[in-house]
């Protein structure tokens, strides 16, 4: 069972969302936090498998939290469920730390995969957000990850991985086990010296 802590200023939205993960027995929901006051202590008690971490909230803002949250327990996943679609709130999220990014507009389908996903140690983004990470890197050559340190295979997975695609859709699209699969990943990231897909972004992100 994943234990999961909402922080999200929105009471309505708030609520929404601790209905439908209460709904799903696979989910138990530990902390329900209005703000980022109390999360250490809540945490220090109880501690969660994966935060749904807002943004955009009075006192210590979400992407400070996640810097807070790593700094102390590093283990825990975090998921950013946000209204921002703009690189700055996106990067500096990935930057602090964050395992995945998704809006609220997505649906409450996605929101329930990804948390599955990212306790697994995939990095799931909207689809939108992971166009936005590729353009940055397409977008800026000079930056770009040598290549030539992978295999075909596994640059292909790279730039499927980059597009925000699960490790079910890759293994589907390129007909291989998602075990298979979990060993290409592990052979790029030792590579690349990253340890998940948010790091590979934000560390490219820091030579811009």
């Not at 730390?97 to 909207?126: C, H």
């Not at 936005?132 to 075909?152: M, P």
């Not at 490790?167 to 298979?180: C, G, L, Q, R």
Request: proline letters at 2%.
């Amino acid at each position: 069972m994943i234990t999961i802590a909402i922080i999200e200023d929105n009471a309505q939205y708030r609520k929404a969302i601790s209905f439908i993960i209460q709904m799903n027995n696979q989910y138990r929901l530990v902390h329900t936090l209005e703000n980022c006051h109390n999360m250490i202590s809540s945490f220090a008690e109880t501690k969660p498998d994966v935060v749904l971490m807002d943004i955009d909230m009075p006192g210590m803002n979400g992407i400070e939290a996640v810097w807070e949250i790593k700094k102390i327990f590093p283990e825990i996943k975090i998921l950013m469920l946000t209204v921002f679609e703009d690189e700055e709130k996106i990067f500096g999220a990935i930057r602090a730390g964050a395992n995945g990014y998704l809006l609220k507009k997505d649906t409450p389908q996605k929101i329930m995969g990804a948390i599955e996903a990212v306790q697994n140690g995939e990095s799931p983004m909207n689809g939108m957000i992971a166009s936005k990470v590729l353009d940055f890197f397409q977008q800026n050559k000079a930056a770009l990850i040598d290549e030539s340190l992978l295999t075909e295979r596994e640059s292909q997975i790279l730039r499927l991985l980059m597009k925000g695609n699960s490790y079910k859709e890759i293994a589907t699209e390129i007909f291989i086990s998602v075990e298979t699969l979990n060993s290409h990943v592990k052979n790029i990231y030792r590579k690349l010296n990253v340890h998940s897909r948010s790091e590979l972004a934000a560390k490219y992100s820091h030579s811009n």
